[in-house]
């Protein structure tokens, strides 16, 4: 048997590291908080965490143990000598410790639940690991996402006077009031924003509505025809995706030259769709495929014509994965940066990314830049968390027939 499968091993392992996971998390959130320098330490996150992984083992209350290791952290931290280091205030430090406390000792008390001081069976062992891991995989992979979007959000809600005086300050002050919001007026006052957002929203709309039209049939013919070249034509739907965008630009843009349609909302609304297309292709015939052939049958055997069974039978089953392939086809283009940046020159025509690249200027303060970035993102995320589900379920429901 493994050394590591023991309890005396396998519970302060696992609360060493998560300490120091802890630590660097709560050290970076409470720097970014408040402007002031925290610190991880490795030395006594292993010091700390050792012993208290041990004390988390075999499902202790939870209540005590959490009043008791905040109460500790609090104390380590306004001593110096604790998994985080800092020279900040009293009240920082006061918060460091009781986030860094709720932050370790939950945790450790759900990973080590079933872990004993005693030898682990293989099962225990694995279960604890995989808790560990998934908790830092959480950990993780939130901060990837949230970090930068509070940086954005925090440089937006400042003035040039605080980013000079202190770049890496993202605390917030209220005290400006209505003032912290300067940035976002004046982005839609003084840089055509309001143009930009509108333009997006038509662009994206039109793409869907575009998209839709093509591939819905396109994916119908796939799925339930027969003729010569379907097999084909079905596994090679997603093949435009293995040549990269940036080789067809140059041909695109002396293309679109010619014609006339650089620089136009049509040129725009005629290549979106060359993008999307494939891909809402290749995930309505998945979904097709899916459905019931005899439902279809009995239609055309009432009299129903294969556009009307289509109408009438096909696409209010399709519901959910029309809805998955819209959000994913308006995400595509509400998002899209290469085309828009290289066929529009005209202000008045910009998509939000194109009008954000413009404000990436020495003459343009970083804020706005940063208002830009938190205008374009909003909407989409707000977009995509509230009709994930859909989704979701139009991502799925075409995988498993019968």
């Known amino acids: 048997m493994s050394v ?20 660097v998390t709560v050290s970076v959130g409470m720097s970014f908080a408040t402007g002031q320098a925290f610190r991880p330490s ?18 202790r209350p939870l209540w005590p143990m959490m009043v008791a290791g905040c109460l500790g952290f609090v104390g380590l931290l306004l001593l110096g000598i604790g998994p985080v280091l800092s020279e900040a205030g009293m009240l920082a430090k006061l918060i ?19 872990v004993e001081k005693a030898p682990l069976t293989r099962h225990i062992f694995e279960d ?15 901060a990837i996402v949230a970090i930068p979007f509070y940086v954005m959000v925090m440089t937006s809600l400042k003035n040039q006077s605080q980013l000079i005086q202190n770049p890496l300050d993202f605390s917030l002050d209220l005290s400006q009031g209505w003032g912290l919001f ?39 013919a796939v799925a339930r025809l027969r003729f010569k070249g379907q ?26 030259s010619m014609t006339g349609l650089r620089n136009t909302i049509l040129g725009i609304l005629l290549i979106y769709p060359v ?16 459905l019931p052939a005899e439902i279809e049958e009995a239609g055309l055997m009432d009299g129903l014509s294969r556009l009307k069974v289509i109408w009438k039978i096909t696409l209010p089953l399709s519901l959910p994965a029309m809805a998955s392939v819209s959000l994913y086809v308006f995400m595509i283009a509400w998002n899209e940066f290469l085309l828009a940046f290289m066929l529009l020159d005209d202000p008045s025509k910009f998509t939000l990314t194109r009008g954000i690249a413009s404000l990436n200027s020495s003459e343009i303060p ?8 938190v205008v374009a993102t909003v909407p989409i995320m707000v977009l995509f968390l509230g009709l994930e589900r859909f989704m979701t379920k139009g991502l799925t429901a075409g995988s498993v027939k019968g």
């Open 4 to 23: 590591l499968r023991h309890g005396y091993v396998t519970g302060p392992v696992i609360g060493a590291l998560w300490v120091f996971v802890a630590a």
């Open 42 to 59: 490795l030395i006594y996150s292993l010091i700390v965490g050792a012993p208290l992984g041990a004390a988390c083992m075999g499902g």
């Open 96 to 114: 460091a410790g009781l986030v860094l406390g709720a932050a370790v000792v939950w945790p450790l008390l759900h990973y080590l639940d079933e």
């Open 128 to 142: 604890a690991v995989i808790r560990f891991l998934t908790g830092f995989g959480y950990v993780f992979f939130t």
């Open 182 to 220: 300067r940035s976002y007026f004046e982005l839609f006052a003084d840089f055509n924003f309001g143009t930009y957002l509108l333009n997006s929203l038509v662009i994206s709309v039109l793409t869907v509505f575009i998209t839709l039209a093509f591939s819905i049939p396109g994916a119908y």
């Open 231 to 256: 097999a084909v034509l079905s596994r090679s739907i997603l093949l435009i995706y293995m040549v990269p965008i940036i080789v067809l630009a140059l041909p695109i843009y002396i293309a679109f």
């Open 275 to 290: 993008t999307t297309i494939p891909v809402a292709l290749y995930m309505l015939q998945g979904y097709f495929r899916g």
């Open 366 to 373: 970083r804020q706005h830049l940063m208002a830009g970035s």
